[in-house]
């Protein structure tokens, strides 16, 4: 069926430093791609999303990009701190269909 | 966003046993979400609920493992029935607002013995 995979499971990056979590989709149908983070012992909270026709959007210290050519999508996180470590979870879904699915999760550890 | 809640926050429970975990909204939605994350795991959709109308559900979940009540636009109720230690898990109810997003409550921790 159709699947969401991360090529890491994990990762950890120095505090301050920048950081990219990769996701593969392979529905080529989907049009809306979210990611979420969720900490220990808490549910998914909402960071970002894209739709597909554009290939980037940013928020705050938040940076998702799309690359539907080869159904690629990545979250970057600029300056992380302490408060970024957490799994972070792609999703993705079509808007006539409402649902998600989501990809395996990225553990991001940042070291002080 | 909306605000989530979801009761109990825990449980533990003894196998054979059912166990009905509720959610609630602070506003209206249409659509709401029952997901299942094992541990360690991604989540995965069990089912839909609409009010008004029978739950959808997933393949590999059906209704008498599952049953789910929809009785207004702010609750929904997900039952576990006759568990077994492979249903403990982290239940998650989410609904969809503003646009596609969906807001997800703290999640349930089943723990089945």
């Known amino acids: 069926g159709e699947s969401v995979g991360l090529h890491l499971p994990t990762l950890s990056v120095q505090e301050g430093d920048n950081s990219i979590i990769n996701c593969a989709y392979s529905?080529?149908?989907?049009?809306?791609f979210i990611w979420y983070k969720q900490e220990s012992g808490k549910g998914p909270q909402f960071i970002i999303d894209?739709?597909?026709?554009?290939d980037k959007r940013q928020g705050q210290r938040v940076t998702v990009l799309l690359n539907k050519t080869v159904k690629h999508l990545s979250l970057q996180i600029a300056a992380t701190q302490p408060g970024d470590s957490a799994v972070y979870f792609c999703?993705?879904?079509?808007?006539?269909?409402?649902?998600?699915?989501f990809g395996q999760g990225t553990r991001l550890t940042i070291n002080p | 966003s909306a605000v989530i809640s979801q009761k109990p926050s825990r449980d533990i429970c003894q196998r054979g046993t059912s166990l009905t975990i509720q959610c609630q909204v602070d506003?209206?939605?249409?659509?709401m979400f029952w997901y299942r994350q094992q541990p360690g795991q991604s989540l995965t959709l069990i089912a839909t609920a609409n009010q008004g109308s029978e739950a959808t559900y997933e393949s590999g979940f059906v209704i008498d493992k599952f049953p789910i009540s929809r009785p207004n636009l702010t609750f929904s109720t997900l039952t576990v029935s006759n568990m077994s230690p492979e249903d403990s898990s982290i239940y998650l109810c989410?609904?969809?607002?503003?646009?596609?997003?969906?807001?997800f409550g703290p999640g349930t921790r089943l723990t089945v013995l």
């Open positions: 894209i739709r597909s026709n554009m």
């Open positions: 989410s609904v969809e607002a503003r646009g596609n997003e969906q807001f």
């Open positions: 999703a993705e879904g079509s808007q006539g269909a409402q649902k998600l699915v």
């Open positions: 506003s209206q939605v249409t659509m």
């Open positions: 529905n080529s149908a989907s049009d809306y």
